[in-house]
């Protein structure tokens, strides 16, 4: 949001003495010493607590409008309204007035160099106390994040992401792919670097707000449609041209490509349809004259229903009935299907909406074969959840059965094997939490936020899966990989 209070709020030097010692993020609030959740002030420095906590933030503002609407407004008390204030670990902007999010800075870029100057402090004391961190490495702590393999001992290999406020649907997704351009790169590279502090990824918070509205705030959002939203943008930013080519050089040269075979989306081959895109033919045929339609759709992610008959078993070891399967749900999504009346096709040789049916089939499977079990359904007044476990391979996901023309495939080319997991903890798409297994020379992981953990496979499989992302198996030594 373009908050219209910045230069009457901001008022604070941006390497103000008045700042407290110590970490920014470790700061306590002035009335309940709580070091949870700090924001300061950008009118005074001072620093309280959020909303979340005890709300001394919120009360800080609300106390200082009191004389504005008691006395006639002086010029001095309208430039000190106390209205924005920074959170101390995401260094994020809130302004109370607009009662949103801040995008913009004022014209002098007070904003950005106040967080500077947060990161700057927050950098000081970590290097301050880095002597510190290395001694207790040796002991207990890094202890607990060491695995044994083959008689040796190894550190994790993976860092965590720090929550930025309800963020974990979007750690649950950057933690899964490690497959805005620039931050995304960043992030994912950061994520394997084997770190024992997590990282922050404000950055890419702060690119996805300004491209992707919708995910502004900190409100628990779907993992799922974050998921697509990312992937999206990074096809749109990835046409913009590489090395001086134009955008309309690459589409030229990708209407050659999409004769080959390859995934487009809006005309255009990217890394991002080259990795998660494959091809679905949507056939419908009209039952009263038999007039067959064929239509080519990409895709980088399926959507697959968890049948009804399944919808009530819970658990693995629920004896009512049998599990359901990942199969059972992709044969539901390519089964024949009878269009209801909601859905009349028009058909072109009767010149009029018919009852039809409707069948998909996979033309081209993608390298990353993305699968989005849709766990969540509207009601006539809210989304409930489907909360069935279903069941999924670890390795040897055969989808030859699925494909158009199985024929013209070989005997491994449609296997997968498993590469992550997000699973989606809680009973409404608004609310709960989301963490992610992945996959990591040979080893599993447990991403939840910022914390790390090694798990092993029986605990993946009996994960309720929400996205599962699986990746071509294992190519023979001399053909392409992944």
């Given at each position: 949001m373009e908050c219209p209070h910045l230069s009457s709020s901001v008022c604070i030097a941006p390497d103000s003495a008045k700042f407290p010692n110590?970490?920014?993020?470790?700061?306590?609030?002035?009335?309940?010493?709580?070091?949870?959740?700090?924001?300061?002030?950008?009118?005074?420095?001072?620093?309280?607590?959020?909303?979340?906590?005890?709300?001394?933030?919120?009360?800080?503002?609300?106390?200082?409008?009191?004389?504005?609407?008691?006395?006639?407004?002086?010029?001095?008390?309208?430039?000190?309204?106390?209205?924005?204030?920074?959170?101390?670990?995401?260094?994020?902007?809130?302004?109370?007035?607009?009662?949103?999010?801040?995008?913009?800075?004022?014209?002098?870029?007070?904003?950005?160099?106040?967080?500077?100057?947060?990161?700057?402090?927050?950098?000081?004391?970590?290097?301050?106390?880095?002597?510190?961190?290395?001694?207790?490495?040796?002991?207990?702590?890094?202890?607990?994040?060491?695995?044994?393999?083959?008689?040796?001992?190894?550190?994790?290999?993976?860092?965590?992401?720090?929550?930025?406020?309800n963020t974990c649907f979007m750690n649950a997704i950057l933690q899964s792919?490690?497959?805005?351009?620039?931050?995304?790169?960043?992030?994912?590279?950061?994520?394997?670097?084997?770190?024992?502090?997590?990282?922050?990824?404000?950055?890419?918070?702060?690119?996805?707000?300004?491209?992707?509205?919708?995910?502004?705030?900190?409100?628990?959002?779907?993992?799922?449609?974050?998921?697509?939203?990312?992937?999206?943008?990074?096809?749109?930013?990835?046409?913009?041209?590489?090395?001086?080519?134009?955008?309309?050089?690459?589409?030229?040269?990708?209407?050659?490509?999409?004769?080959?075979?390859?995934?487009?989306i809006n005309g255009a081959s990217t890394v991002v349809t080259a990795i998660f895109g494959g091809i679905l033919q949507n056939e419908v045929n009209c039952l009263i004259c038999g007039t067959e339609s064929r239509k080519f759709d990409p895709f980088l992610d399926l959507s697959l229903d968890i049948p009804s008959q399944f919808?009530?078993?819970?658990?693995?070891?629920?004896?009512?009935?049998?599990?359901?399967?990942?199969?059972?749900?992709?044969?539901?999504?390519?089964?024949?299907?009878?269009?209801?009346?909601?859905?009349?096709?028009?058909?072109?040789?009767?010149?009029?909406?018919?009852?039809?049916?409707?069948k998909f089939w996979i033309q081209k499977l993608p390298k990353v074969l993305c699968l989005h079990l849709k766990r969540f359904h509207w009601t006539a007044y809210l989304r409930n959840k489907v909360d069935t476990y279903v069941e999924f391979p670890l390795r040897g996901l055969d989808m030859k059965c699925y494909l158009l023309e199985p024929e013209n495939s070989g005997p491994e080319s449609c296997l997968y094997d498993l590469a992550a997991v997000v699973v989606h903890h809680g009973s409404g798409v608004g609310s709960g939490h989301y963490t992610a297994y992945a996959t990591h020379e040979g080893r599993w992981f447990h991403f939840n936020d910022s914390t790390v953990t090694l798990t092993d496979e029986e605990t993946v499989v009996k994960a309720k899966a929400y996205i599962l992302f699986y990746v071509e198996h294992q190519a023979k030594a001399g053909s392409d990989k992944l």
């Open positions: 110590g970490s920014p993020s470790s700061w306590c609030c002035s009335v309940c010493r709580s070091n949870k959740s700090p924001w300061v002030c950008l009118t005074c420095s001072s620093v309280h607590c959020g909303r979340y906590v005890n709300g001394h933030a919120k009360k800080h503002y609300e106390d200082a409008q009191v004389p504005l609407t008691n006395h006639k407004k002086s010029e001095k008390q309208d430039k000190a309204q106390h209205t924005v204030c920074m959170d101390c670990s995401s260094y994020s902007t809130y302004c109370y007035r607009c009662d949103d999010f801040v995008v913009n800075d004022t014209k002098l870029g007070l904003v950005q160099k106040v967080r500077e100057h947060l990161q700057n402090l927050e950098n000081s004391a970590f290097t301050a106390d880095r002597h510190r961190k290395r001694k207790l490495l040796e002991n207990s702590t890094l202890n607990s994040k060491l695995l044994k393999v083959n008689g040796s001992t190894t550190a994790i290999c993976a860092t965590g992401l720090r929550n930025l406020g792919l490690r497959s805005l351009v620039e931050e995304f790169r960043k992030t994912l590279c950061a994520l394997w670097q084997g770190s024992q502090t997590a990282f922050s990824p404000e950055s890419l918070f702060y690119v996805v707000w300004k491209i992707m509205p919708n995910f502004r705030g900190y409100q628990q959002q779907d993992a799922h449609e974050f998921m697509r939203y990312l992937l999206d943008h990074l096809h749109l930013e990835l046409q913009g041209g590489f090395n001086g080519v134009s955008r309309s050089a690459i589409l030229q040269e990708n209407s050659t490509l999409s004769a080959s075979n390859k995934c487009c919808r009530s078993k819970r658990s693995k070891n629920q004896e009512n009935g049998p599990v359901c399967s990942l199969r059972d749900c992709l044969r539901s999504f390519t089964d024949l299907e009878e269009l209801d009346e909601t859905e009349l096709y028009m058909c072109h040789k009767c010149k009029k909406k018919q009852k039809s049916t409707k």
